[in-house]
């Protein structure tokens, strides 16, 4: 019986220690320069995500190797381009973590845009 309580204990522990870091320390915030396309993923994602499933912005990081001038058309790039550009030039690479109830993390995906 004391055996049954020590893991449930443990259980509950490792249960709350997953909720802080869900919901506290994968939080992300932007610097000044990355706010842009923080606010352009964070409005698609807000799309996609429900109750049962949540997605959150956990890591943008900018290519100090992007060139502007092989982009062929920045002005005409849809949501759909913003989302699978998977080419070596781009600008920002941002990770966006899925959550089952804002707290189980269930998977992670890289978007890119130039």
Known sequence: MRRNKILVLIT???VLVLLLKSLFLDSYKPSDEELE?????EEIIEKKSNFIVNQK???IEVNNKYNEENVKDKNNIS????LELKEDNYKYK??????????????????YRG
Not at 37 to 41: A, D, E, F, M, V
Not at 79 to 82: A, N, P, R, S, W
């Open 94 to 111: 941002v990770k966006v973590r899925k959550y089952l109830f804002y707290i189980l993390p269930i998977g992670d995906k890289n978007y």
């Open 79 to 82: 949501e759909v381009d913003i």
């Open 57 to 59: 912005i956990v890591k």
């Open 37 to 41: 396309i923080y606010n352009i993923i």
């Open 12 to 14: 509950i522990i490792l």
